[in-house]
Every structure is written in C-alpha cells, then in structure tokens.
C-alpha cells in the first residue's frame, strides 16, 4: 500500500543549489524529509478522476516511530514527513490507513464518456470496408529523465521549488491552485535550459513537486523528495490525457476519412486530484487545428473548450499519420503515396518527393519484419505534417515531411533511432544546417523520452557520457522559396559528439508543431521493424518487448533460425554416409586386412642414448602428443581417454604410455613407426585419421625413432581404452584401407629443391611433427584434408576455429613472418593478439624448440599468407582499425552497456598505463573479423589462459560462462563484431552458436 | 606446486611454491597476509583488487602469480608509512572519500598509479582513469574531490610512496 521513499541507497543528502549554479552541494539536509504519500486506487478514466477515499488513520499503528515523525493528511492525501529518509520510509511502512473502495466511475461517465465512444469515427455508410482505430497520448509519459531529489520550500506568501519539470507553466499553474498563491509567488528553479526544452508532455516529477509543495506548507519547512522510478505508478494510473478516433473508408484512395477528438483531458499533478482540489480533469484541451488532407472530415466545431489553440496538434498529427500507415499497409500499398494522393497543397507534395528522393524511400510495404543478421529488426517509417502558422494561415504554415530508420533489439525491446531525414518548408528560407543542428539539440531529450532504454552501469554524475551515441545520422533538407530542394548530398552521419561543437549561424527553435510528425515516423517505422502496432507513446523498452512477446509468443529468432541450421546439418552428413557405404563396396574387394605384427618384450630403458631420448621429447613437443592423449588437465600424461566429436562419432585416444598391458609397451619399432605413418595399429586394426598419421608419415626415420625411444622411456601408467561411439558405417574400421587408398600418401617427406633451406625445415615441422593442418585445413565429406588451394583455409576443432593460414586469412593486419614469429614463440603479436584455446598448448610446446625451428615455421607458414606489409605498413593499418572502432555504432545497447560493465575495464584504453590491460585492441583481433563466431564465444565462456611461455605478462583473461546469459552472450558478441569489425556482415545465428558451444564445452 | 616463484612484494623479496596460475589476489591475501587489495568482482570489472605492478596499475584477481615473477609489485600497504600517509591517502582522508570503504583500495591505488604516470592530471584524466573502478555507494564526487587534492599534496612536494 505503500511506496515511494525520499530514501536511496546514499545517505549523502544533495539539493541544488540556488538558480545559476549547475554544480550539486552535499552535505546538506532539508530539515524535513518527505517520505512520499500512499497509493490508493486511483482510476482516472475519459477525463473523470476518482480515487478510493481515505477513512481512517490508525496513528496508533505508528507506535514508537510517532515520536520522530509527523503524518500529514489532507484528505485524501496523506505523506510521513521525518528528519531522515530511512526513517520517514520505516514509519510509513507500518502506519495503516484504511480506505473505502473508489467509486464505480462507469456510472459517473456523463458526457465525458458519450464523447469518447467513437463519435467523430462514425462515417456515414460504407461501413463494411471502413477502419476504425484510436491512439492516445498519455497525462504523463515518463516518471522523468532521470532520479534526482524534488525540493519545496513554502511559505504562507510564497513557494520556492527545484525540480526539473518539462513543463513548467503547467505545474506553476497546479501550485497556484494547490497552493491558493498567485503563479508570480511561485518561484521554480530548474537545471533545465530552455535549449532543452521537451514539448511531449507531463512527466511525474511534476506531481513529486506538487507532494513536496503540499507538505512543506503543512510543515512549515523545506521538504526534500526522491523522484525515481517509483513514480511510474502515476504514469501508469493516471492514463491517458487524449485520444484520438480516426475512421476511413475506401480502398487504395480512401473515399472518406474522420478524424474524432476523443475526451482530452490533462490530468493535473495528483495531489490536486487527491487532495479534493480538483475534482475532474482540468479544462479540455485546446482545440486542434484541421487537417491537411483531402476527404478529412473538418474537427467538429462543438467540442468544449474555449480559446483557441494547437496543443494537441501533436497528438493529432500522430493519430492522423499512424492511421494512414495502417491504412496503407492493410492494402498492402505504399503509405507515402497515399499521402500524395490526398494532398492538394503543391508545396507539399515537393516536400515529400524531396524527402522521398533524399532517403531513397522504396515503394511498396516490406511483407516480412525485417532482420539484419545480428538479430537486430529495422525498419523505416514516414510522416507528414502540415500546420497552419500563428495567424491560422494554411499557406504559409509549416510543412515537415520525416522518414525514420530505427533498430530494434528484439531481446531488450530497445529502440535506436539509426537515421532521420527531415524536410521542412516554413514558408521563409531556413538554412538546412541550421535545422539539422536544431533538430540534434531537440531530438536527443526528445527521443530519449519517447524511447528511453535503461540507464548505464556506472555513471560519474554530469561526467557521464550518458548522450554518447544515442542520436541517429541526421539528414535535413530545405526547400528554396520556388519550392525546389536543394542538390542531394550525402547524408551527414555525424559523430554525437559534434553536437555542442556544431556552427550554428542562428539559432532556430523547433516548435512541438515542427517536431510533431516524428513522433508517427518513429511509431511507424517501429511497425516496419517489428510488425507491431504502438498507438500510445512512450515507445519504451518494456512496452516493445511485451508487443514482440505477443505477436510471436516466444523468441522468434530461435523459432526461425533452428529449423534451417537442423536441416542444413542433417543432409550433410547423409550424403557423407551415403558416398562412404559405395565406396566401403569397392575397397573390400580389393584391400586385404593389415596382419598383426607380434607384441615384443619392452624395450629395455638404457636400450637409447640420453641424446636421442632428447631428440624425442623435442618432437614430441612439436607434435604435441601429450595434448591429444591426456584426458583431463593435471591428469596423468599420454594415458589416452580424451574424447574427440567428429561428424562420425566420437573418438578416445589412447595410451600412449609404455604400460604393457594397455599401451604401447609391447609395441616394437616396426608396429610403431606403421602406425605413425600407415595409421594401422599393432594388431592390424585401422586407426581413424582423428589421429594424424597422414602428418606423421612425413616424418624422418631419425625422428620418428627418436621419438619411440623417448615414449619408451617414460614412466608405464596402466589405464585401459575406451570404446569408441563411432556410427554406423564409420564403426567398421576396415572402411578406413579405402580412406587410406583415396586420401593418404605415405611418403616421407622430400624437400623442396627450389626453397631455401629455411622453407623446407619449416615445412617439414609445420607437416609432418606440427601437423598445422590437420586443424587448419578444412576436410572433406569424409574427413580428410582438403589439399590445393584449400590447403591451411582454416576449419573447425574441438569447438574452435582454426583460422586460414593462407590467402583467405581474415587478420585485419596481414601477418608478417616476424609476427608469426613472435606468436608462435610468446603467444603474443603485437597486432594480433594472444594465443588461445587448443593453440595454447601448442605454443607452449614450441616453446621447447630451438628459435631456428620455430623461425622457419614462421616463414614456412608466412609463405602462405596474403603479402606481407613492413612494420610501418602494419602500424599505419592497425591505426586506421583502431580509429574505425573508436565509434559505437548506433542499435547495439544492450551489447553496449554489457560491454562497459564486463570488458571495458581490461580491453578498453586510457591516459593511464595498465598493467593488466589488454595490450591489443579488439579492434585487431583475428577472431573477430572472422566468418566465424565460435573463437570470439569460446574466449567469454571460458577466458584466455596464457600461454606458459608467453613471458610472464600478462595474457590471460577471465571466463564469463556462469555470468553471461546466452542472450546476454548474444547481445555482447553482435556488439563487438559491429564496432570492432565494422567492415564485416554480421554473425548469422549467434544465438544458436552460442547455445551449442556452451552446451558443447561446458565443464 | 613447481619451482619456487620470486617477486618484490613491498620491496620485499618473496619466495613462493605455489602453482603459477593462481591469481595474485589470492597469493596476496592469503599468503601474504595483505588484505589491502579487497575481492570484489573476481573479473577484473570492479577495480578493488587493484596493485601497483612496475609501478602501473593492475586487477590482481586476473593476474596469475606466474605473471607477475620477478617483478615489482606494490600493495595499498606499501604506499604509505605508519605515521606519514601518502599523499593520495591523506588526500582520501581529507575529503572523507569513503561511505562502505571497500573500493577504496582499488581507488586509492588508480589514483596513485595515475600520478606516477602524470604528475597534474585534468579532471577529464581522473574521470578516465576511475572510470571502470565502481562505486555503488555513490561517492564518486567525494572520491574526485579527493583525487583532485591528491594531485595538489603530491605536487607540494609530499615524497610518493609507490613504486621504487
């Protein structure tokens, strides 16, 4: 029954001090604080208010808190005022009131609610293909802009307020009345300069101020108020201030068309209502002017209401507008030129072809809501308007043609407004930057009540770069007094920032007129985007999520998206299966089975020089045996069991340890080395190619003997295989001799003459030992290495994404041999970023190789690559990236303010030296500009580990898995890839990638 | 466990066996006994960790021990003397720049590590450097009032108490 405390978290108490200064004082406490007034059932409906009626107040229930507080009541007003917020929040939780029920206001209708049923819809005949429909405007659209005290100060003679309303007339009037003083007694100080003037509407903060007036006049002392988001509940109760009914009927021209003035009544501040001062809504309001379009029936003359005027021209507007688009889009034509065919104002028309031309506007509705692949939904909508100047002259009234693209997180509802173009015709010449300058100033308080997104997570007070981003490329256009627009140029997508730094040769004041149909090209384009149709301001966040919910009834990415990636999958491996089982036919015949070749004792340990051991460990490591044959990290190594999902099942790998029993203890050299380079076990069984011996066979006898001699000498731990789950057919190993026959070549490897010896060392480790390819090679349908040009393209492992090593490397600087260099021997290029996942381990096993071998597999590898630029060339490209990035691009708020709270601190920069900064910006970063998503997840799941041998500084990264939600995870990676790889498309089906590499790799 | 890992902690030589991946926060604390770098986020979002390493600033909790061998690593301990503050902690004093206290640390050291860096910093510069070091308490004005005083008793002369 409670709510609304002047208490936050902070016991630091703010007020403002006196008009001129801007700066927030501490330190200071109002002698009373306010702790706010109950709610009761408040219905305010068609213009009659009524409320539950107050009939008691059990002081008693207060108990020893009646000491500190004091309740204030004026009928059915009542307020807790206390010396401390906590504690006026305290006492007012255990005060019981009791109420009687609020009466039933269906009965009390009276006129009001005549008025309201649809009477300006009705349209003589042709009913049967007619449209009715009605928009509202809210009495308040938002609580206010942001949480802030509410102060009053009152005297018997005179009142003092800080507030930021938007709306200062109207609350001045309301504290006359409250306050039985004359409005020039009634001082009201605000932060708000006139430049930022909102003509939308009442915001609730307007009715803090008139609670906060109310008892410090009981009190006889300041009293303070805290307005925040409890204060949504008068915005929710309080309803709508006016409607608009607006019928047509007809076809693709509309034969007829009415506009009816629903019961406009702005509802005052609440105290007013609560209080008894008020009994109803106020005077209706001001009458609205007619409208421009053919057909439209003129506003009927007899509404109440006396001098005359444009408040809610707006509203008009908006009804009028939406209503054409849905109109349109019924008859599935094009809602621009449905206006066209119902204007005659010549002007007019031009305004609208400029506009149309300028924003290259297609005809014809979008059938589908639209998707951009980073699940992001836009659309673009257009509105017209045309009012008559102070004079009520129609001709040389203001003319404004809008056409809005907006972005719509489907997962957070937020709405950005990506682009405007605006055309006006005032009648006398405006330059065009002087209203598009005039629009930015406007636009941003404008929009960020109309759409207005949940605050940042941290910010530093009026530091706050809390405008950052948030206003759309801007496109204004004039039209000369011939009525021609000028040259079409390009848009100016502007930088927010320039907004304060802007030239502005004359200042140029918007009025709400000017600015009234892009409430409709907002609300329009809203439908475009999302299929929905939005009737009442605000268009906020949670409103388009409770819409999007509505319309697909669960997450319609997910529902679209799934069924094609299922597809997609399931015929792959069926015509896999199907070429495999034909070719299985042929190879039986012609292959016979492998013998086994006979278990031999082990060989004894002091059987191979320390040297050659050695040489083995060397190759070992530049095989990265243990990597592959140790289960689990910290386990036992080489025992084998790590499970490897291929498109055929799942393969374990084995015990490599010199255990007789269940290793390779009993393996003579010969069984060995026909394994390494024919892939067939010691029994004669065939080994699956998960098991890279078509890498191995490169290897020299020296090696691969070296490397028998130093497995056998490790320590014998026993621990038995583990059955592979391979499918049918894929479970009949002898299947793998035709495999072999089609896809191995045996050899060993031969240099090549024509390549320095430097290149053929490095081939011969990335080859044969290193096996780079049997990650960064793609494989065919059944799973062999592509060759030629596909040669190290990049493919798929364990989750991650081996990217290409060749020309279609997607490095945003190309990779020079030092790079490679560097990376392969600490983990870290400079213009690349670190090694991680499965290439971990494996720098950290070439980290046991001489620099001569890691420095010819770099320029083995080098050789592959795109041209390589010199140190001057990459550090000019790495700028130009950086400076690409240095933007957020406009719709990505959710991704945004995940990305401030999660990853700023580390892979943001400053003035100030970090130690554990991100040395690399993302904006390099490999794996970002990627075809694939699955790196980038892959490093939020579950961080980066550095590299052992990476130098000790720091490399690594925290894991998010159990932090990140997958639409949270969802809305980040879009983020990055848009601001960090602007120049590549957005990741399709992040969401469902998401969802698999988590499920795939979880712990 | 490994080799024993070596580090200046306070300029004082430290021994440790301990497994290099463990975070420096945990090593700090629970080895060390330093309980000056507090445990906020444990993702290197909050900044109370934070430590001077090199004289640089540095989110221990996504730092691991092995990182850190062989260099120099300053705890809130170490900037200050019993008796003699440092001038970015009597500037804190001064200004009564704390309410709950436990970002504080990672303040404090932010502060330091952006006045080893750059004596007189504007107060677009202290914003920058306390940006991602979070406050819920909402003492963000007190906490610039301090800094802002801290880089004025620094350039008084007041001897720096971190790094070497």
Not at chain 1, 34 to 51: I, K, L, N, T
Not at chain 1, 64 to 73: C, F, I, K, Q, S
Not at chain 1, 253 to 281: F, K
């Amino acid at each position: 029954m409670w709510r609304r405390g002047v208490a936050n978290e902070h016991a630091c108490f703010v007020r403002r001090t006196p008009p001129g200064s801007r700066r927030f004082r501490r330190s200071f406490r109002p002698p009373s604080l306010c702790r706010g007034r109950p709610a009761p059932d408040v219905a305010f409906h068609e213009g009659r208010f009524g409320c539950s009626r107050l009939l008691d107040i059990d002081h008693a229930s207060l108990g020893e808190w009646a000491t500190v507080t004091t309740v204030v009541e004026i009928a059915n007003f009542v307020a807790v005022v206390a010396a401390d917020p906590d504690l006026a929040r305290q006492a007012s939780r255990r005060l019981r009131l009791h109420w009687a029920p609020p009466p039933l206001l269906d009965d009390h209708l009276g006129a009001g609610g005549e008025r309201s049923g649809g009477r300006g819809a009705v349209l003589s005949g042709r009913r049967s293909d007619g449209m009715s429909r009605r928009y509202g405007w809210p009495n308040r659209l938002r609580w206010g802009e942001r949480a802030g005290w509410v102060i009053a100060d009152v005297s018997p003679t005179r009142a003092r307020l800080w507030v930021d309303t938007a709306t200062p007339e109207a609350l001045r009037g309301d504290l006359a009345a409250l306050l039985s003083l004359a409005p020039a007694a009634i001082g009201l100080s605000s932060e708000r300069s006139d430049q930022e003037g909102v003509s939308l509407g009442r915001l609730a903060c307007d009715d803090a101020a008139a609670d906060a007036a109310l008892v410090s006049r009981q009190v006889g002392a300041p009293v303070a108020i805290w307005l925040d988001a409890d204060y949504q509940r008068d915005v929710d109760a309080l309803g709508l201030a006016e409607t608009w009914d607006v019928a047509a009927s007809g076809g693709h021209t509309l034969d007829a068309l009415a506009l009816g003035y629903g019961a406009a009544r702005p509802a005052p501040a609440m105290a007013l209502l609560l209080t008894g001062v008020t009994e109803s809504a106020g005077a209706p309001a001001d009458r609205p002017a007619r409208s421009p379009y053919r057909h439209a029936n003129p506003v009927r003359e007899d509404d109440e209401g006396g001098e005359s005027g444009r408040a809610s021209d707006r509203v008009r507007v908006f009804a009028e507008e939406s209503f054409f688009d849905e109109w349109s889009r019924r008859q599935a034509s094009d809602p621009l030129e449905l206006r066209l065919r119902h204007l005659d104002d010549r002007r007019g028309q031009a305004l609208i072809e400029a506009v149309r031309q300028r924003a290259a506007w297609h005809p014809g509705p979008k059938p589908d809501p639209a998707e951009d692949g980073v699940g992001l939904l836009t659309g673009r909508g257009f509105a017209y308007s045309h009012l008559p100047d102070a004079k009520g002259e129609w001709e040389s009234g203001t003319r404004s043609a809008w056409i809005a693209d907006v972005s719509v997180d489907p997962v957070t509802g937020s709405v950005q407004l990506t682009r405007l173009v605006v055309g006006q015709d005032a009648g006398e010449p405006v330059d065009r930057e002087v209203l598009a300058s005039a629009l930015r100033q406007q636009l941003l308080p404008e929009s960020t009540l109309l759409l207005r997104h949940a605050d940042g997570i941290d910010e530093w007070g009026e530091f706050a770069a809390a405008s950052r981003a948030t206003l759309p490329a801007i496109d204004a256009l004039t039209l000369d007094a011939g009525g021609h627009a000028p040259p079409a140029r390009m848009p100016d997508a502007l930088a927010p920032n320039d907004t304060a730094d802007s030239p502005v040769s004359m200042p140029l004041r918007l009025s709400a007129q000017t600015l009234a149909s892009g409430t409709a090209a907002i609300a329009n384009a809203l439908f475009d985007a999302t299929g929905q149709r939005f009737r009442e301001p605000p268009f906020t966040a949670a409103r388009i999520r409770a819409g999007l919910c509505e319309s697909t009834g669960g997450d319609a990415r997910a529902a679209r998206s799934a069924p094609f990636l299922g597809r997609r999958r399931w015929r792959w491996v069926g015509a896999a299966a199907a070429s495999l089982i034909s070719l299985g036919g042929a190879a039986a015949v012609g292959l016979p089975w492998k013998a086994a070749i006979d278990p031999v004792p082990r060989p004894a340990a002091n059987l191979y020089s320390q040297a050659t051991i050695e040489r083995g460990r060397l190759v070992a490591e530049a095989g990265d045996c243990a990597v592959c044959h140790t289960a689990s990290q910290g386990g036992a190594a080489n025992v084998g069991g790590r499970a490897f999902e291929t498109p055929f099942g799942i393969v374990y790998s084995t015990n490599l340890t010199p255990d007789e029993a269940t290793g390779i203890g009993r393996w003579s050299y010969a069984a060995f080395a026909r394994a390494m380079r024919h892939g067939i076990s010691r029994d004669g069984s065939h080994l699956y190619p998960a098991f890279p011996y078509t890498a191995f066979a490169k290897l020299s006898d020296t090696d691969l003997q070296s490397l028998y001699a130093y497995l056998m000498a490790q320590p014998a731990v026993a621990s038995p295989a583990v059955d592979n789950q391979m499918r049918f057919p894929f479970n009949i190993r002898g299947l793998m001799a035709g495999w072999n026959l089609l896809y191995h070549d045996p050899k060993p490897f031969t240099p090549d003459p024509t390549r320095s010896a430097l290149w053929n060392r490095g081939a011969y480790l990335a080859e044969g030992a290193g096996h780079c390819s049997a990650c960064h090679s793609p494989r065919n349908a059944l799973g062999a290495e592509k060759r030629g040009d596909d040669h190290l393209a990049g493919a798929l492992v364990d989750g991650w994404e081996a990217p290409a090593l060749s020309q279609l490397s997607k490095a945003p600087v190309p990779w020079s041999e030092t790079a490679l260099y560097d990376y392969l021997r600490t983990g870290r290029a400079a213009h690349h970023g670190v090694a991680a996942g499965p290439m971990a381990p494996v720098v950290a096993g070439l980290g046991e190789l001489p620099e001569s071998d890691v420095r010819a597999i770099a320029h083995y590898v080098a050789s592959f690559m795109p041209t390589a630029v010199d140190a001057a060339q990459a550090s000019e490209i790495a700028d130009d990236r950086l400076a690409l990035s240095a933007a957020t691009p406009p719709g990505f708020d959710a991704g945004e303010r995940l990305y401030n709270g999660a990853c700023a601190s580390c892979h943001e920069g400053s003035d100030m030296p970090v130690y554990s900064r991100a040395e690399t910006s993302l904006a390099l970063n490999t794996n970002l500009h990627s075809a694939r998503p699955d790196n980038v997840i892959q490093a939020i799941l579950d961080g980066v580990v550095a590299p052992s041998s990476s130098g000790g500084s720091a490399g690594e990264m925290p894991g998010f898995r159990a932090d990140f939600s997958d639409s949270q995870l969802t809305a980040l990676v879009s983020y990055l890839r848009a601001r960090f790889a602007p120049d590549q498309p957005a990741w399709e089906h992040l969401s469902a990638r998401i969802g698999e590499l988590r499920g795939a790799s979880s712990p | 466990m490994t080799d024993s890992i070596a580090l200046r902690v306070n300029g004082q030589i430290r021994h440790l066996s301990l497994d290099p991946a463990t975070p420096l926060l945990q090593v700090l604390r629970n080895d060390l006994c330093l309980n000056g770098p507090k445990y906020g986020c444990g993702l290197g979002q909050c900044g109370a960790c934070s430590v001077l390493v090199e004289g640089r600033v540095a989110r221990s909790c996504v730092i691991s021990l092995g990182a850190v061998a062989g260099r120099d690593v300053v705890t809130l301990e170490g900037l200050g003397e019993s008796g003699r503050l440092d001038p970015v902690q009597a500037a804190f004093v001064e200004c009564q720049a704390a309410q709950c206290g436990y970002c504080l640390n990672g303040m404090i050291m932010t502060v330091r590590g952006l006045l080893n860096h750059c004596a007189q910093p504007s107060r677009d510069q202290i914003v920058s450097a306390l940006k991602y070091n979070l406050c819920r308490c909402g003492t963000h004005v007190e906490i610039l009032e301090a800094a802002t005083l801290a880089a004025e008793l620094d350039a008084a002369g007041v001897a720096p108490g971190g790094g070497e």
